[in-house]
């Protein structure tokens, strides 16, 4: 595998399940990123870690839980989660965290909540 | 209130003529800004970014071009190629003005179709 891999592309949950989604990056990268795309919506960043570390956490609901417990590995916990929350989760990677270091982003997963 | 906008949800342009997508934002705190590619299926790819202390930025065939005082950039590409076809998606960033070192904004994205 190379680049950024994301499992599974496709998830459909209820509203009391628990699901995770997970990210996996081959390029060596120290920084990792969640980002959520709405229909109709821009894409919108969710949490950045660096080097295992979050460093940004973009006022999003505690029914999201990230964790990375290396650098080449960031998962998404899901629980209780509404019908809202039914969007496209894309990962990306960059080797340091910041704006101006490129981005390298996963094909996504796309998740419908019922 | 959406601080960077894509008015173009769509353009259709003949290959080998010029695309030009363009962008505004609201945010005079942004100084940073960037260009993505999406084809169906896939993440979005980098493709040319631009500081606020350029006006003009250009790789092969891209390039982007920031007016500043009118809080717009432009993407062209010279000559289009079928390939090209995808979501073109604009973001931006306060980096250098002591915003937030890692949050992009993005705008919804225009859907590029080159013809052949």
């Known amino acids: 595998e190379t680049g950024v891999t994301q499992t599974p592309r496709h998830l459909v949950m209820g509203m009391t399940n628990k699901k995770s989604l997970k990210c996996e990056q081959h390029l060596g990268h120290n920084a990792m990123y969640w980002y959520k795309q709405s229909a109709k919506k821009p894409l919108e960043l969710m949490f950045v870690?660096?080097?295992?570390?979050?460093?940004e956490n973009n006022s999003v609901p505690s029914r999201f839980s990230p964790e990375c417990p290396n650098s080449s590995h960031l998962f998404l916990h899901l629980h209780t989660l509404q019908p809202e929350d039914s969007a496209l989760y894309l990962c990306?990677?960059?080797?340091?965290?910041?704006?101006?270091?490129?981005?390298?982003f996963g094909p996504g997963t796309r998740l419908t909540v019922l | 209130d959406q601080q960077v906008k894509q008015n173009s949800p769509s353009l259709s342009v003949q290959e080998g003529r010029i695309s030009i997508l363009n962008c505004d934002y609201t945010?005079?705190?942004?100084?940073?800004f960037l260009w993505y590619k999406k084809y169906p299926a896939e993440g979005p790819t980098f493709l040319i970014s631009i500081s606020s202390i350029k006006d003009k930025n250009e790789d092969g065939r891209f390039t982007v071009f920031l007016n500043k005082s009118a809080k717009h950039l432009s993407l062209h590409i010279v000559p289009s190629q079928p390939g090209d076809s995808a979501v073109y998606f604009c973001?931006?960033?306060?980096?250098?003005?002591?915003?937030?070192?890692?949050?992009?904004?993005f705008g919804k994205g225009t859907l590029l179709t080159v013809n052949p």
């Open positions: 973001a931006a960033s306060p980096y250098g003005s002591g915003g937030s070192n890692y949050k992009l904004t």
């Open positions: 945010n005079s705190m942004f100084d940073y």
């Open positions: 990306a990677s960059s080797q340091i965290a910041g704006v101006t270091d490129t981005q390298y």
């Open positions: 870690y660096s080097l295992e570390e979050r460093v």
